[in-house]
């Protein structure tokens, strides 16, 4: 029998087996399956293996035009699908305007939804648009009633309804020695070496979504590097060099 999951990450093979089952029934049963939601990086990890597979066809879609986790329809033959039976968006609206991707975050995984069934979490002033699957919505529209002590309304929107999200990002130069991934992250973050080096061994980090845990490893130029509790930032450039030719890298540190 054919091993699909000889490339595939330890950590990533319970969520990618979950995928083979799906093509397999898929090819026995000629049924169309869905996925849950992935990040970019396991989205790479799942095409090489779909695309092994000669007798499906899939589409990557979250219900949106844009967005970064995705989920995939499995089908026995190519046709168009109707996204509504697959993704639901929901509007949450505060009145306070104060709460953040993290608040809604949590207040979801609170209700018992696990982070797989959740997709992009666009956040406005004053309300959030979640991406579901749509098993789990109608959970959260009936249950869902405070986001951080603070009352909510939830309702079901259409997914032109949702504004694409203009991110915000706060810019510094730092100066390095190295592209060494600990290194890179003690400067951004203002963290000693020692507390940048156990952020890396403690599986905190991700370089372009995937898990980092070697701390000498060298980081790209585009690189967007995520950290447990600190946020995300990307090495966006590289402005020049010092007089003694250590690097001078351009952060962009995302905004909440």
Do not use: W
Not at 143 to 164: A, G, I, T, Y
Not at 207 to 218: H, R, S, T
């Amino acid at each position: 029998m054919i091993d699909y999951l000889t490339h595939v990450e330890e950590d990533k093979k319970p969520k990618m087996r979950i995928l083979l089952d799906k093509v397999f029934s898929v090819e026995k049963r000629r049924v169309t399956e869905s996925t849950d939601f992935y990040d970019p990086y396991e989205q790479e990890i799942a095409e090489s293996i779909l695309n092994r597979f000669t007798d499906i066809s899939y589409l990557k879609s979250n219900g949106l035009t844009f967005g970064e986790r995705m989920s995939y329809i499995i089908l026995p033959y190519e046709r168009e699908v109707d996204l509504e039976d697959f993704f639901v968006v929901l509007k949450i609206e505060s009145k306070t305007g104060n709460l953040k991707h993290p608040d809604y975050m949590g207040a979801i995984l609170n209700q018992g939804i696990v982070r797989e069934k959740i997709g992009d979490i666009i956040v406005n002033k004053s309300d959030a648009y979640v991406v579901l699957k749509k098993g789990v919505s109608d959970f959260l529209e009936c249950n869902l009633e405070k986001v951080r002590r603070e009352k909510v309304s939830v309702s079901r929107v259409d997914f032109d309804e949702v504004p694409k999200p203009e991110k915000s990002y706060t810019e510094k130069i730092i100066t390095v020695s190295s592209m060494r991934v600990d290194i890179i992250l003690s400067h951004a973050l203002g963290l000693s070496r020692s507390k940048s080096e156990n952020l890396v061994k403690s599986n905190s980090v991700k370089v372009n979504f995937k898990e980092c845990i070697d701390k000498g490893k060298d980081v790209e130029v585009g690189s967007m590097i995520s950290c447990r509790g600190f946020g995300r930032f990307e090495v966006a450039e590289e402005v020049g060099k010092s007089a003694k030719g250590k690097h001078r890298l351009l952060i962009k540190k995302l905004v909440d």
